[in-house]
T-cell receptor
Framework: DTAVSQTPKYLVTQMGNDKSIKCEQNLGHDTMYWYKQDSKKFLKIMFS???????INETVPNRFSPKSPDKAHLNLHINSLELGDSAVYFCASSPFGGTQYFGPGTRLTVL | AQSVSQHNHHVILSEAASLELGCNYS??????LFWYVQYPGQHLQLLLKYFSGDPLVKGIKGFEAEFIKSKFSFNLRKPSVQWSDTAEYFCAVNAASGSARQLTFGSGTQLTVLP
């Protein structure tokens, strides 16, 4: 009965590779988000989708591309990975304007 | 755009001590306020939230927070901490209206409770 799930939990890859992180929520929420948590634990919004429509697109390199195939899923694809992309990526969902619930995070390590 | 500042980067307490973590925000409109906790190696969990009404809100695990509008503050309190409260605490805010409701987080406060 997991509410917000992410796969994979850990991702170790070489610089220059392309990788994807998947997120699914079974809460029936309209809005989903991607956040990045850096090594100092600072959390920053990257993207938000509402009913499959992109509503927030912060200053993020265009190597990062979100995709929402339906309301319950929001995936994050990263091209040409760089060392600085190493972080924990959290997916979250909420009713529109409501409280956000977070997934378990994906720890990405770029070597 | 809103911003959030948490005054204490690292707080160390003994069990049974009282806790207060500071949080101030900057935003010109009406806000929703949140405290999240992140236990070691885990995801963020909601401790409590304020949307409107009574400015003193109670959350899980004995935590409470008070919204003081005149001070733009939303400090987190607990009268007696336990070792299991050791975690990172994040204050967050979003605008109460508008199409984009992203959370803006403070930099977090690491709480260490000594047994």
């Amino acid at each position: 009965d997991t509410a917000v799930s992410q796969t994979p939990k850990y991702l170790v890859t070489q610089m220059g590779n392309d990788k994807s992180i998947k997120c699914e929520q079974n809460l029936g929420h309209d809005t989903m988000y991607w956040y990045k948590q850096d090594s100092k634990k600072f959390l920053k919004i990257m993207f938000s989708y509402n009913n499959k429509e992109l509503i927030i697109n912060e200053t993020v390199p265009n190597r990062f591309s979100p995709k929402s195939p339906d309301k319950a899923h929001l995936n994050l694809h990263i091209n040409s990975l760089e060392l600085g992309d190493s972080a924990v990526y959290f997916c979250a969902s909420s009713p529109f304007g409501g409280t956000q619930y977070f997934g378990p995070g994906t720890r990405l390590t770029v070597l | 755009a809103q911003s959030v500042s948490q005054h204490n980067h690292h707080v160390i307490l003994s069990e049974a001590a009282s806790l207060e973590l500071g949080c101030n925000y900057s935003y010109g409109g009406t806000v929703n306020l949140f405290w999240y906790v992140q236990y070691p190696g885990q995801h963020l969990q909601l401790l409590l939230k304020y949307f409107s009404g009574d400015p003193l809100v109670k959350g899980i695990k004995g935590f409470e927070a008070e919204f003081i509008k005149s001070k733009f503050s939303f400090n987190l309190r607990k009268p007696s901490v336990q070792w299991s409260d050791t975690a990172e605490y994040f204050c967050a805010v979003n605008a109460a209206s508008g199409s984009a409701r992203q959370l803006t987080f403070g930099s977090g406060t690491q709480l260490t409770v000594l047994p």
